[in-house]
């Protein structure tokens, strides 16, 4: 699930790379509108998701085709969670995610997907792993299945986020500061009283 809008949390804007499988040996068709490509991503830092990295090869004519986010783990069927349709260049490019405000604790799970727009012109050129170690935090998925045929098989990508403190943290802070607070008031307790000595200058009370 979605960390509940993280709690109305601002972030950084910094971006930082979270996940990524970077291994090449394959190549993936996402111009036949008959394939259905979902990538399933395990999150390790929690804050907001703003970009994610692709490795395109333009061996033919570029094609668009539908991107799509979808929160959870596995083969998603449900309504998307962010949805555009991207043009890619050759080699890397990102896709901006930013405007969905989708925010992931540590340990969550989402998938992106493509669906080709058509024609099919050209196999294989969104760039993947076809052998070890690929992306060992999730799968990927064609069609419901996730029997590509080799494994491992995963799309090449990078995860971009600007990192939040997740609530908990929050909390801890605030316990912190409340019992340095509580320190201080009670130092504050147990300090003898100051009073004006005889000749003015000030001393420490003494029982």
Not at 153 to 178: I, S
Request: hydrophobic content about 45%; charged content about 10%.
């Amino acid at each position: 699930m979605l960390g509940a809008a993280a709690l109305a949390l601002s972030t950084s804007g910094l971006a930082v790379v979270d996940q990524q499988n970077l291994t090449f040996s394959a190549g993936f068709n996402v111009n036949d509108p008959a394939f259905t490509w979902q990538q399933e991503v395990r999150t390790g830092i929690a804050g907001q998701l703003l970009s994610i990295d692709l490795f395109y090869d333009a061996m033919t004519p570029v094609q668009p085709f539908l991107f799509f986010i979808n929160a959870g783990s596995g083969w998603q069927t449900d309504a998307n969670d962010f949805t555009t349709v991207v043009t890619p260049v050759d080699g890397t490019f990102a896709v901006d995610v930013s405007s969905a405000n989708l925010f992931f604790g540590v340990g969550s799970m989402f998938v992106f997907g493509i669906v080709g727009l058509g024609p099919d012109v050209e196999c294989c050129n969104l760039l993947g792993s076809g052998l070890a170690p690929g992306y060992a935090q999730g799968r990927l998925f064609v069609n419901g299945s996730a029997n590509i045929g080799f494994e491992p098989a995963d799309l090449l990508f990078r995860t971009n986020v600007a990192a939040v403190p997740e609530p908990e943290t929050y909390v801890l802070m605030l316990l912190g500061l409340a019992a340095a607070g509580a320190l201080r008031a009670r130092s504050r307790a147990h300090r003898p009283p100051v009073r004006a000595g005889a000749n003015g200058s000030a001393e420490t009370a003494r029982s």
